[in-house]
């Protein structure tokens, strides 16, 4: 029987131990007298299973505590818009604020300017079992407020990228803003597109360099630099992009991939969550890719999306046994069956490594389960490099776009190389900031129609944004 489906069932039955025990002992004088933990925030309740089982789990084994869950997502407008951050900040600032909070790592910057968040770096440094040295040290970096305290922690993240073929990008030796325009004018009047023109629009390439990083956006200072020289490349840059997404701009069956392989696209943009998604690109693209990452004025960057992350109100009467609970999802025998993620936990990493180098299934070329596969048309195999004699079936299978099949393989060596530089070297948080994305929105129209230049268009959104950031302190 499947281990997971066994896993599940047995925890099912504990929380119906538990509901039992605890309806037997209604309306006896020795029943626990606890004290009850709250927990708000985002999906709370719906989506995220894997919490909903840790609260339960949590509520099973303590005598002292019980934790409540409430979530943000029911709060709606008459209009039906969300109302999910004005509610909490109306909590945190009325001194009704939960005692933790769970969601969007992005959601608690204003709860951290306002000191309204503990820091969880002393929890953590005198955790009998833990230590700032079993995470990845450059996204726990990502992670620290500005004055390097740690305000809010997720379990896992995932990369953005840009990754291309080596023998397009593999002479860029420093992915920046500038080379980024020297890679487009040399595809100019031919067939050939840096990206693909169904995907990526002006408004969009300034969006993802505004939101990542902080060349032109200081999200932890609060300070705009859009009047700079690379911001102004930027936007020149961003002119030769579409103005619209054009779905029909190509065949909709063809993936970026295959236009990647055929030579009509250079690069693609690429959201890397697991190993084998990783490896999803690398079967169909080949293990030697590149990943570029965002351009820079310091050279190409990977983004860091963190998870949805937890966060411990100051005002919380019951901060150590807050903790007490967030330090579940930090154990290295955390079930990796729920991450559907890259792990903070290096170990966890390390142990998700190992299972991938793992064959599914090895079988002789000449053999009749092999033939059977063939005839069948079931998974997809290559030829073992070390044995032409043998055949390693595909663990899983599927299609990229609708085009291109890819099967999932023991990890390989360089496989294993070139994820381990991806994930050691990505240091850019990821922000998106819808009242930047409307001033953008507002501002280049001008300028796209050429009734406003690049420097003066930079010059209005730097007054805008910065004004904006000057509201938000």
Known sequence: ???????????????????????????????????????????????????????????????????????????????????????????????????????????????????????????????????????????????????????????????????????????????????????????????????????????????????????????????????????????????????????????GETSQAMRMLRGEQLLTHAHLFEISNYQMYTDVLGDDIIALGIPTKCGGAHVVYIGNGFAVSANSPHKDAAWDFIRQFLQPDLDIDHMWSFPLRMDIFERMIEEAKIPNKVLDVDSDEFKAYVDDGRFPYRILSTDNSKVEIALSAGMMDGDLTYGIYALTETEERNLRAILENASIPSYTDLTVMNIVREETPRFFTGERSAADTARVMQNRIQTYLNERR
């Open 1 to 251: 029987m499947d281990k997971l489906f066994i896993k599940k069932i047995t925890k099912c039955i504990a929380v119906l131990v538990l509901s039992a025990v605890m309806l037997a002992a209604c309306g006896n004088e020795d029943m626990p007298d606890y004290e009850i933990i709250t927990i708000n925030g985002w999906f709370c309740r719906d989506s995220h299973r894997f919490l909903r089982e840790q609260v339960d789990a949590f509520n099973l084994q303590s005598s002292t505590h019980q934790i409540h869950v409430i979530d943000y997502d029911f709060w709606e407008s008459l209009d039906g818009s969300p109302l999910q951050d004005v509610r909490f900040m109306i909590d945190m600032m009325t001194g009704n604020a939960p005692d933790i909070i769970f969601g969007p790592y992005q959601s608690f910057s204003d709860v951290v300017e306002k000191g309204l968040i503990i820091d969880l770096y002393p929890l953590i440094d005198t955790d009998p079992a833990l230590c700032r040295t079993d995470f990845f040290p450059n996204i726990l970096g990502v992670m620290e407020a500005p004055d390097g305290t740690l305000p809010a922690i997720s379990y896992t993240f995932s990369i953005n990228t840009f990754i291309g073929l080596p023998d397009v990008v593999g002479g860029i030796e420093s992915w920046t803003v500038s080379e980024m325009l020297a890679l487009i004018e040399q595809t100019e009047g031919t067939d050939i597109e840096v990206f693909s023109g169904a995907w990526m629009t002006a408004e969009m390439l300034l969006n993802l360099s505004m939101g990542y990083g902080q060349d032109y956006i200081d999200w932890q200072e609060n300070k705009a630099n859009l009047d700079s020289e690379e911001f102004i490349q930027l936007l020149e840059i961003s002119s030769r992009f579409p103005n619209d997404s054009n779905p029909w701009y190509w065949d």
